[in-house]
């Protein structure tokens, strides 16, 4: 996180104006609903999709006054806490096997988007910001907290894998 | 299909890369949230009503932990100094004599789960109610080494599978919990850690120090396993329990319909609604420490309980959840299970961690942190320590160092720099920090886990960090943010020192 998303100790707990809070409402149902679905992309059920946006924003509106790019700092916050979730189902499948599949309907399959499923947590955060979410590289880099190096190979390496899958399907 | 240079410099196909992008788009067609009522719950969950900052992030841990559900319950502390018997919060509770003769009919027949499932317009006086009423009275003597703790965990409904149920014992003060610790079947882990940071451990002394060292072991039993703990120091030295449970998806759509645990400890309930994440309701219940409980929860069945009880006192915070859906704080502990404590010290038991750019504020059991920048008021940062480590063991005057004279506050051998040198720290900003291994002191390593320990291979792969072929310290590699100081340079070799910002090292 860079210390441009900081909030200091007292910030945590400040109150926002009239006019800062009408700000993050526009800026809330501007990006929200994108920002749901990127997530939903990345760990692939909308409720936990909407359950983590909701906690970035209310870390944003929290860090308010503190916070110079809004946008950037929620959505490196979706971003964040979409790893977070993708290492606790990881580790749950891999430890545990308990985790059952989504109970939730999903939505028609598509054979690009199911491969998709099968690229690491990482790459497939990044093939998405930048595929859907529009992100250039320095912009994953930024949301991912990777350089833009690692971001570029990634990103080159999760298309070549995905041109396998289907070329071996 | 036209060939043509990919996002990344590459080669791939223009179509291939749009055939991508068009899928995305349907894919995500059907997620329509309610933005305006995602909007409102974002607000109420950010009431300045609950004082964040106290409660150290405990609220937004527990706003996490209530989205996916958990079923959990923890001990809070057991030192021979009792830390809790004055607790801030309002006692509003029962007495113990009042807690055992209340009688309250389950929530299925006052209409509290009825109510909760409404979320906001749920009634807490009510929901108090029921929770108080479910204690029961003691159950017999004080735990000790070989007592049973029992876990039981009934669900009703179609659902079929077993639900898991985790039982963790974190070991906080002094003892070394053995392979034996815990009976039954369970993924037992961290052993080598607790024998690791014996050290550590032993120079605890204070209530403030004793939840930066918690430790975990534990693992996965079955729904109704018996536990028993074989430690004969356990419940005499600070400990914590935490039991989780996850359901099936089945088992999801339903209700639990009790969750006892039997287990001696000093606790607070708190009531939290969990549409409008507020907490509602706090109340000490006043019971002497190791008297045993049973706090069982029972719901009205056929739709999910909005509330949410969790056991607090008022140095961890909203230490743990009863709620409905278990799945993120059993997973959770998990995430810990998985790293190497000599590589990767456990990050999520703390409360603050390094960054390059200052210091995190973590919610030990969501993850969820702060940054607290270098430049921030010296008062800021020595409280957000304190609330783990306790008072700072000393301060000093570095009057030489490169950049200007700086102050550092020292707890053992992690030091935080402070710009100026007026000793009462007004005015003074956050300047850099440092860990070094020739002192003692607490286990605090970064976000990603690396410390003082970790390995070469460890700081490379996960920090990007390159050795410094000019540094004049030694083996000195550095990621853009952190120095990191090491006994050599292959990748076995280890971090004697790091640290960040401005700092006091003599080239």
């Not at chain 2, 509003?92 to 009042?98: E, F, K, N, V």
Request: glycine share 10%.
């Amino acid at each position: 996180m860079s210390s441009a998303d900081a909030t200091s100790v007292h910030a945590m707990s400040a109150e926002l104006s009239v006019r800062d809070a009408a700000a993050f409402d526009a800026l809330f149902r501007a990006e929200y609903a994108g920002l749901v679905r990127v997530a939903y992309l990345i760990i692939g059920s909308q409720a936990r999709a909407e359950e983590l946006t909701q906690d970035a924003f209310g870390q944003l509106l929290t860090a308010w006054p503190s916070v110079d790019r809004p946008g950037g700092f929620v959505r490196t916050a979706v971003v964040s806490r979409c790893r977070d979730a993708q290492r606790r189902d990881i580790t749950a499948r891999r430890k545990l096997g308990l985790l059952r599949p989504q109970a939730e309907a999903e939505p028609e399959a598509h054979y690009l988007v199911d491969a998709l499923a099968a690229l690491s947590p990482n790459w497939r955060t990044i093939v998405v910001l930048r595929f859907y979410g529009g992100l250039s590289i320095p912009e994953i880099a930024d949301a991912t907290d990777q350089p833009e190096g690692t971001v570029k190979s990634g990103l080159h390496r999760a298309l070549a894998q995905l041109r396998d899958q289907l070329d071996s399907a | 299909m036209s060939n043509s240079s990919d996002s990344t410099g590459g080669r791939f196909d223009d179509a291939f890369e749009e055939e991508l992008k068009s899928q995305l788009r349907v894919a995500v067609a059907p997620v329509m949230p309610d933005v305006e009522h995602a909007l409102q719950s974002v607000h109420r969950a950010s009431s300045p009503s609950v004082d964040r900052s106290q409660r150290f992030l405990a609220v937004a841990a527990a706003i996490a932990l209530i989205g996916a559900g958990a079923v959990g319950l923890s001990r809070v502390s057991s030192t021979s100094e009792d830390v809790f018997a004055e607790p801030a919060v309002t006692t509003a509770g029962a007495t113990p004599s009042q807690a055992v003769s209340t009688t309250v009919p389950p929530m299925s027949d006052d209409g509290v789960g009825d109510d909760a499932v409404g979320g906001v317009s749920a009634d807490p006086a009510l929901q108090r109610r029921a929770i108080l009423a479910a204690e029961v009275p003691p159950i017999s003597s004080p735990l000790a080494g070989g007592d049973a703790l029992r876990v039981t965990s009934a669900l009703s409904g179609p659902g079929s599978g077993q639900p898991f149920v985790s039982v963790e014992v974190f070991a906080d003060i002094g003892e070394v919990l053995t392979a034996d610790a815990l009976g039954g079947p369970y993924n037992r882990r961290f052993d080598s850690s607790l024998f690791a940071r014996r050290d550590v451990l032993s120079q605890v002394a204070g209530p403030a120090e004793w939840r930066q060292e918690t430790l975990n072991a534990g693992g996965f039993v079955s729904p109704d396993a018996t536990v028993t703990v074989q430690n004969d120091r356990l419940w005499d030295d600070a400990w914590d329990l935490l039991v989780s449970g996850t359901l099936t998806d089945a088992q999801r759509s339903l209700l639990f319909e009790a969750i006892e645990v039997e287990l001696g400890v000093s606790y607070a309930i708190v009531v939290a609604d969990q549409s409008s994440s507020e907490i509602v309701e706090v109340s000490w219940n006043g019971h002497s420490e190791n008297e045993p409980r049973t706090l069982s929860l029972d719901a009205a069945s056929g739709a999910p309980t909005r509330y949410t009880v969790g056991v607090e006192n008022e140095d961890v915070g909203f230490s743990a959840v009863i709620a409905y859906e278990a799945e993120r704080v059993a997973v959770a502990e998990l995430d810990i299970a998985q790293t190497p404590p000599t590589e990767e010290p456990n990050v999520a038991s703390q409360a603050v961690a390094l960054d390059g750019d200052g210091i995190l504020a973590i919610e030990p059991e969501s993850g969820d942190s702060v940054v607290v920048p270098f430049g921030s008021p010296r008062a800021d940062v020595v409280a957000l320590i304190e609330m783990s480590y306790g008072p700072p063991g000393s301060e000093s005057l570095l009057e030489e160092c490169g950049g200007g004279p700086l102050t550092s506050v020292n707890w053992g051998s992690f030091s935080v720099y402070f710009d100026g040198t007026a000793s009462s720290g007004e005015g003074a900003a956050f300047a850099g920090w440092a860990l070094d291994n020739r002192f003692a002191g607490p286990v605090i390593a970064t976000g990603e886990g690396l410390g003082l320990g970790s390995t070469v291979d460890a700081i490379v792969t996960a920090r990007s960090a390159v050795l410094d072929p000019e540094s004049t310290l030694g083996s000195e590699y550095f990621d853009g943010a952190i120095s990191w100081l090491t006994s050599g340079v292959t990748g076995s070799d280890t971090v004697e020192a790091f640290w960040a910002g401005e700092s006091c090292v003599l080239r």
